[in-house]
């Protein structure tokens, strides 16, 4: 599960010019690394290829700003 998350974290920051090479805990938004467009098509993966509901309006986009977050969440949801 991780490894297809990283793998399009990635692949969203090679689109936008940014290095790839990045640890489990480092912070992807609040680092500036991915901005809010970014957030949306990577609530949309996680949506499709996961089965995530995110349509919570109380739903803090913070929980998803590192790929150690993204795994907690998700075991969090299985």
């Known amino acids: ?3 297809s998350v990283r793998s399009f974290v990635e692949t ?5 010019g940014k290095p790839t090479d990045f640890t489990n805990s480092e912070a992807l938004f609040t680092s500036g690394l991915l901005d809010s467009m970014a957030a949306t098509e990577l609530m949309v993966f996680l949506e499709s ?3 995530f509901d995110l349509s919570n309006p109380d739903f ?3 929980l998803l700003d590192t790929i150690d977050d993204l795994e907690a969440l998700l075991k969090e949801a299985a």
Not at 12 to 16: D, M
Request: glycine fraction near 8%; aromatic fraction near 0%.
């Open 49 to 51: 290829e996961h089965g």
């Open 12 to 16: 969203l920051l090679s689109e936008r």
């Open 60 to 62: 803090d986009i913070a």
């Open 1 to 3: 599960m991780s490894q």
